[in-house]
């Protein structure tokens, strides 16, 4: 009997262990910095309660076996610890990503006012773009490129020069898509536009990028129409180290960065700095650039309530160009092919050429615009905070371009209507300059072509504060203010006269106002001689003011969060003119414009993989500043036609998550209505002298409606360890509707009734009759593709080393097109036709990278080729007269075959 129970002791027991070995799980899983993606190296995974752990590996990733309802403790330097219990059955269990909080200095006050969107909790459309992603997929493209595989994005190259890229988001341009750099609108205050060479070296300071397509979440008074992008940039870092790379690809392309953080001091103290060159012969011929991009982050944490960071960076930078209007038909792209050998046509560029013996382009821009803040965090007790900016943007620079008499202006452009032009060309298709001196030099009445400096320089102050709180244990309440005054200085400077000795401009005359809201010109301005220097055509400064509130009220419970906001906005208007007006009447009044906005949307997550959200909102909007004026370059001028745009839109949207699988879809409308539409031209008249004077037109358009529709569908599958798949789709249906009309102005801004003779309306009783009407019923939005799509593919086939793979498409993309007012005439209705629609195309990149440890510091070498087959398309067209191939100009394509190599150094 004993025997029997020592027995069935010793089977019992090992039933016990193997049972328990049965129950064992392997887990796996990767490890990464939350803000960065960044993989966390060496980070400790240990089984709460026992001895058993692992480390991650250089790509951050691990594997640990556990037992039935374990938990996993995640630990590493710098960051807070974090747990993860294992409540799923199987012999293997996949965690996914795991994202770790840095425990230290991450500038919380920048989190706050940047209004980033939160997943399965913030109701909006949302991609969010880490700085790993950049540093693998970017390359030698331009920073907005890393975008162009997100749903409802097109991205352009322009006319190809260093950082000249457009970018649309849902069919809106870039004076409707919001850029914030730590949630403080960076988009021009007269013009809206976003000039990207201005950001140039953004990629290289970047924390987190975030692209909210739509109304989105951003905390302004002022929302975007389209949508917005958020740039973070990096804080003072709380580890020591930093890194060095040097990089270098196709046309001379070189690039050196370095950046060093001296970690938290133990009295509260920390600073990172970054610095880098850019430089290169460009792939467009002719454009040569050179860039420079500096940050530098200081922060002092005084105690648990307050924190102080003073943050600034900039891009100085100048680079050649080939500005949009020298894009050609398509038949002329293949006639200059002769010019270019074995090099591709579509190179080409007519304002490159040679002046004694020199390389020169008459097409240069320089600019440079750091931002500066200094932020604030007061945490006032444990559910109230108070965040700050206070910001300043001071930008100087210039584009450079060529002037001249009417009879000869335009022909520095180097083509015009998509042609070539030959009056000054080489028989190698590059621009005669000297051809130019030439003529100036022969010339008796002075250079008949200058060059001018268009000077746009500013000053932009700012203040944006926002209020947190909470009401009870389910109410999130932000509440601030929103303040900005801006002043631009807009010159156009004589720099060198070409070979001539001085230059008569018959237009540069000051005027003084008359009773009747026209100008007479002081005959002690015309016809001087200028020289360099001097200014021509425009010296004025554009204010802007800007004071605004915003609220928002947040609801989150269990499964619920929703969230009801408004703003309101006063923007104020007025010029100063120094070349049109005496001192008397140099500045204009001031025009106010009362605006507000009103959002709200809700998420539910229905179980802990499946969400579902919705919101809607109603925004009405100042004019922008060119609107309200006649003609803002020279004209005090008002338009009453101005009037605030209102815009309504809706968007509902699912997603899917687990750990190795997310999804999401989204439908989405919006309403426009009262967009305005600019358009101007030139006519040529007698004087009283008989003289040929040339004059410019301007017609400034009110009542046009556009709708945009559409839905979106992207995901991220890890179904291996070693394999990642992302992908998207989007489909959008972007068409105008309604009558634009408007009256032709004059240069000094009274209204014509005769643009063959210049005649100006004198009884405005019976104005009516000489307003235009342009009718846009049901034609497509153009200048962005409605359909796009992408696949991507990232293998990690062994420890170290990575390989990418990405395809993207891009079909329905209209070409663009003015409204053509010079044919729509006075009194008239102009219908718009439908325009060409650019034939689809499609590319693929390849990536690759591989990370060792270099002694004790650890090297990552990169390379990116992108366009890998070579592909030829047009990304850009202007529709033509028969809205079809053959007429249309200023046809752009895309940039061949381009390469990139970096090697980077941790330390």
């Given at each position: ?13 090992l039933l016990v262990f193997t049972s328990a070995a049965w129950a064992q799980t392997t887990v796996h899983g990767q490890l990464v910095d939350a803000e960065t993606g960044e993989p966390l190296v060496g980070a400790a995974v240990m089984v709460e309660g026992t001895t058993q752990g692992s480390v991650t590996d250089i790509d951050g990733y691990f594997k640990q ?843």
């Amino acid at each position: 009997m004993r025997k029997h129970l020592i027995q069935f002791l010793l089977v019992a027991v090992l039933l016990v262990f193997t049972s328990a070995a049965w129950a064992q799980t392997t887990v796996h899983g990767q490890l990464v910095d939350a803000e960065t993606g960044e993989p966390l190296v060496g980070a400790a995974v240990m089984v709460e309660g026992t001895t058993q752990g692992s480390v991650t590996d250089i790509d951050g990733y691990f594997k640990q076996s556990v037992a039935s309802n374990a938990t996993l403790l995640f630990k590493y330097i710098g960051y807070k610890d974090q747990k993860k219990k294992i409540t799923q059955k199987g012999a293997s269990v996949e965690l996914g990503t795991i994202k770790m909080q840095p425990d230290a200095v991450m500038l919380s006050d920048v989190t706050i006012t940047s209004s980033v969107a939160v997943a399965r909790k913030t109701p909006v459309a949302v991609s969010t773009v880490d700085p790993v992603f950049i540093e693998e997929k970017l390359g030698s493209q331009e920073f907005p490129e890393i975008l162009k595989s997100t749903p409802g994005v097109y991205t352009t190259k322009d006319g190809g020069g260093y950082g000249d890229a457009q970018t649309r988001i849902r069919g809106f341009s870039s004076e409707n898509v919001a850029m914030m750099i730590n949630g403080v609108p960076m988009n021009g205050m007269e013009n809206q536009k976003v000039y990207w060479s201005n950001w140039a070296g953004l990629s290289d300071v970047t924390r987190s990028m975030q692209v909210q397509r739509g109304l989105g979440a951003a905390k302004v008074s002022v929302p975007a129409v389209g949508g917005s992008i958020n740039i973070i940039t990096k804080s003072t870092e709380a580890k020591r180290g930093g890194f060095v790379s040097y990089g270098m690809g196709n046309d001379g392309y070189n690039k050196i960065l370095f950046s060093v953080s001296s970690g938290l001091s133990k009295d509260g103290w920390a600073f990172t700095l970054l610095g880098g060159k850019t430089w290169g012969d460009g792939y467009i011929q002719g454009t040569e650039f050179e860039g420079y991009n500096w940050f530098a982050s200081v922060a002092k944490r005084f105690n648990d309530n307050h924190q102080l960071s003073l943050t600034a960076f900039g891009a100085p930078q100048w680079h050649n160009q080939r500005n949009n209007q020298n894009g050609l038909t398509i038949k002329e792209w293949q006639r200059v092919k002769q010019y270019m050998g074995e090099d591709s046509p579509y190179k080409y560029n007519p304002t490159f050429g040679y002046r004694n013996g020199q390389v020169f382009n008459s097409s240069r821009n320089s600019y440079h615009k750091p931002q500066i803040s200094l932020n604030h965090l007061w945490q006032i007790d444990r559910k109230s905070s108070l965040s700050t900016a206070l910001y300043v943007s001071i930008g100087r620079g210039n584009g450079y371009s060529g002037s001249g008499d009417a009879a000869n202006r335009s022909k520095w452009y180097g083509a015009s209507n998509g042609l070539v032009n030959n009056e000054f060309r080489e028989v190698d298709g590059t621009f005669a300059y000297d051809e130019v001196e030439a003529m100036n030099a022969a010339s008796t009445t002075g250079s008949k072509m200058i060059m001018s400096k268009a000077m746009n320089n500013h000053t932009w102050y700012g203040l944006l504060s926002t209020y947190t709180t909470k009401f009870g244990e389910n109410f999130d309440f932000y509440g601030g203010i929103d303040l900005r005054y801006y002043k631009g200085l807009h010159q156009n400077v004589i720099t060198d006269l070409f070979g001539g000795s001085y230059f008569v401009d018959i237009d540069n005359r000051k005027n003084v106002r008359v009773e009747n809201n026209a100008a007479a010109a002081d005959p002690n301005f015309k016809n001087q001689k200028l020289g360099v220097g001097d200014v021509i055509y425009r010296d004025y400064d554009g204010f802007v003011m800007s004071e605004g509130v915003f609220a928002q009220l947040e609801y989150n419970y269990d499964k619920l969060s929703a969230f009801v906001s408004g703003g309101l906005s006063n923007t104020s208007y007025w010029r100063y003119d120094r070349l049109y007006y005496d001192k008397a009447h140099a500045k204009s009044d001031k025009k106010h414009y009362l605006g507000g906005n009103v959002k709200g949307g809700i998420n539910y997550n229905l179980n802990e993989y499946n969400n579902i959200y919705f919101n809607a909102g109603y925004i009405n909007r100042a004019p922008m500043f060119d609107t309200s004026f006649i003609n803002s370059q020279n004209s005090h001028a008002r338009n009453s036609d101005a009037k605030n745009e209102k815009v309504m839109s809706f968007e509902l949207g699912y997603g899917f998550r687990t750990g190795f699988f997310t999804a999401n879809v989204n439908a989405y409308y919006t309403r426009w209505k009262d967009k305005a539409l600019y358009d101007s031209g030139t006519y040529n008249y007698e004087n009283e002298e008989g003289v040929e004077i040339e004059d410019r037109w301007t017609l400034n358009m009110t009542g046009a409606n556009a709708n945009h529709m559409g839905i979106e569908f992207d995901f991220v599958a890890k179904p291996l360890r070693w394999l990642d798949v992302t992908g998207m789709f989007s489909w959008g249906d972007w068409r105008w509707n309604g009558n634009a009309k408007g009256f032709y102005y004059n240069g000094a801004g009274q209204m014509l009734a005769d643009l063959k003779t210049g005649e100006v309306v004198s009884d405005m009783a019976n104005a009516e009759q000489y307003r235009a009407n342009i009718k846009m019923d049901n034609i497509h939005v153009g200048g962005s593709a409605q359909t796009t799509a992408a696949l991507g593919v990232n293998v990690r086939p062994m420890k170290g080393l990575r390989l990418s793979l990405d395809w993207n498409f891009f079909a329905r993309n209209y070409a663009g097109y003015d409204i053509d007012a010079g044919q729509a005439g006075m009194g008239n209705e102009y219908v718009v036709t439908e325009p060409w629609e650019i034939p689809s195309y499609h590319t693929f990149d390849l990536s690759a990278g591989y990370s060792f440890d270099f002694g004790k510091v650890r090297a990552t070498l990169s390379g990116n080729v992108n366009n890998l087959l070579d592909q030829e398309y047009i990304a850009d067209a202007r529709d033509g007269s028969k809205h079809d191939w053959e007429t249309a100009t200023r046809v752009l394509y895309g940039f061949g075959r381009t390469y990139s190599v970096r090697l980077k150094f941790n330390f």
